[in-house]
């Protein structure tokens, strides 16, 4: 059996990838504040198993109980594979330092960068001495390499998180370590995110108008356009610690 943990899989990229992972040699369990039925509907119909654990994964308290229960019940002698993917993240605040509230702040870096880190350093105390494939996926994003103006808590978060990954990489081939870790940018996709970033306001964003051309003309890849690529990369060896781009890829 193949075990995939998805954290915000109930829409976007994360739904996407569940339904490209729907088959009866795997089960997946997906964190989310809220559930998506027709989700669950259709791996029924595959008769596949989908388990939800409603989690706020910007609780960090919360969301190391989760992972550590589902972890646990987890049968690891009939496991091929364990894999974790942190999809969960949020661009907000869209505002330039100085005018960013302490709340907004601390709720962006619990989401992308600390939920992620604590779930894989629980993922990795897990898997030692545990004889199976495990991976830890971290789903990035290409503002990580290069500044956004009105995005300082996004690049910073995601290129924590990018550096996090790579030490990963570094420890576990260093340690002779059973588990890999990858990033990967999936690129500007057809989203409610990139919905949230067309209505920010102007002064928050200087690059607002740009992204709202990239939906007029229609440069935005569908989720499941990028979900078939991301789940045909994991079936491939992976490099430990590397950054995968979607655009290596299309």
């Known amino acids: 059996m193949n075990y995939y943990i998805i954290t915000g899989a109930s829409k976007g990229l994360g739904e996407a990838i569940v339904k490209e992972l729907i088959g009866k040699d795997n089960t997946i369990y997906y964190l989310s504040r809220s559930q998506n039925v027709k989700l669950e509907e259709l791996a029924a119909s595959q008769q596949m198993e989908l388990i939800f654990e409603e989690c706020d994964l910007s609780n960090i308290e919360q969301a190391q109980t989760v992972f550590t229960k589902i972890l646990r019940s987890i049968d690891m002698q009939h496991a091929n594979n364990i894999t974790l993917i942190n999809n969960a993240g949020m661009v907000n605040p869209i505002k330039n330092v100085g005018t960013i509230k302490k709340e907004e702040m601390i709720l962006n870096v619990h989401l992308n960068l600390l939920t992620p880190m604590l779930l894989s350093e629980i993922f990795i105390k897990h898997m030692k001495n545990i004889p199976v494939q495990a991976v830890i996926a971290n789903i990035t994003s290409g503002a990580a390499n290069r500044p956004i103006s009105g995005w300082s808590a996004y690049c910073s978060t995601k290129a924590g998180l990018n550096m996090f990954t790579n030490t990963i990489g570094v420890e576990q081939v260093e340690g002779q370590g059973n588990v890999v870790a990858i990033g990967f940018s999936p690129g500007i996709m057809d989203t409610d995110m990139q919905e949230t970033i067309r209505s920010a306001n102007q002064e928050d964003f200087s690059s607002i108008d740009q992204f709202k051309?990239?939906?007029?003309?229609?440069?935005?890849?569908?989720?499941?356009?990028?979900?078939?690529?991301?789940?045909?990369?994991?079936?491939r060896p992976l490099d430990n610690g590397r950054i995968y781009d979607v655009k290596e890829f299309v």
């Open 213 to 235: 051309e990239f939906h007029e003309k229609g440069m935005l890849r569908s989720p499941s356009i990028v979900a078939q690529i991301f789940v045909k990369l994991l079936s």
